[in-house]
């Protein structure tokens, strides 16, 4: 059965610096799809980023990069010069093919509370 | 902007009471879903619809029920609302099925039950 372990339940970090979130993922499918989502204290949760097994390539979007090593299975989310605004509850998910890849095979891991004191 | 609406952000309601969530999606989405969010737990899948009239059971269906009359409004229920059920719960639609992109959230009906 997938799983997805956040192992770090709450982070606090002083303004500007860099902050890593872990994600540990376990499946066994060959094919399968790693997403991280922010809940900001609105409440909405927002989509970050989707990758799949076969791509391995880190990604970089502004202030926000993500690690995935299958080797490790892995994908681990880093914020550089982290801002206040970047205080929010962070969920990395897993999703496998043989479910049909679709929304209702999702698991969530139990989030990473990120706070960012100015 | 598109946008999944939960009709209330916060309920305060009593034992055995019925309690209705409503959530409307304006993205013309196939799949919409039910989540709960408890501290320490994550988000736990309730129920599923991929279409009008068709519904899933998720992970955590007991005490649950839901409707979807229309493609875009998705109905939780709780029959008789129980203590255990005091919950942030979540909607969300994605487009096709199987789709593998992006789930759109609405902002969470937070229900208390006395």
């Known amino acids: 059965a997938q799983k997805v372990t956040q192992a770090q339940t709450e982070i606090s970090v002083v303004e500007k610096e860099d902050v890593t979130l872990d994600c540990v993922y376990e499946t066994r499918d060959t094919t399968y799809y790693l997403f991280w989502y922010k809940q900001p204290p609105s409440g909405e949760l927002v989509f970050l980023i989707r990758?799949?097994?076969?791509?391995?390539q880190n990604e970089i979007s502004g202030r926000y990069s993500w690690n995935f090593q299958k080797s490790t299975s892995s994908f681990n989310f880093t914020i550089t010069a982290s801002q206040v605004v970047d205080s929010a509850v962070y969920f990395c998910?897993?999703?496998?093919?043989?479910?049909?890849?679709?929304?209702?095979?999702?698991?969530f891991g139990k989030g990473t509370h990120l706070i960012i004191q100015p | 902007d598109v946008k999944v609406t939960q009709s209330s952000r916060y309920l305060v309601k009593r034992t055995g009471e019925k309690v209705f969530l409503e959530c409307v999606q304006d993205?013309?989405?196939?799949?919409m879903f039910w989540y709960r969010q408890d501290p320490g737990l994550g988000l736990r899948l309730i129920y599923f619809s991929y279409d009008v009239k068709m519904k899933e059971k998720g992970d955590i269906p007991e005490g649950y029920s839901v409707s979807r009359e229309k493609k875009e409004r998705f109905s939780l229920i709780l029959e008789s609302a129980s203590t255990n059920q005091t919950s942030m719960y979540l909607c969300?639609?994605?487009?096709?099925?199987?789709?593998?992109?992006?789930?759109?959230f609405g902002e969470g009906s937070r229900l208390t039950v006395l």
């Open positions: 993205m013309d989405h196939e799949n």
């Open positions: 990758r799949n097994s076969f791509d391995e």
């Open positions: 998910a897993l999703s496998e093919a043989y479910s049909g890849g679709g929304a209702d095979g999702l698991t």
């Open positions: 969300a639609s994605i487009e096709g099925q199987g789709n593998t992109g992006e789930l759109f």
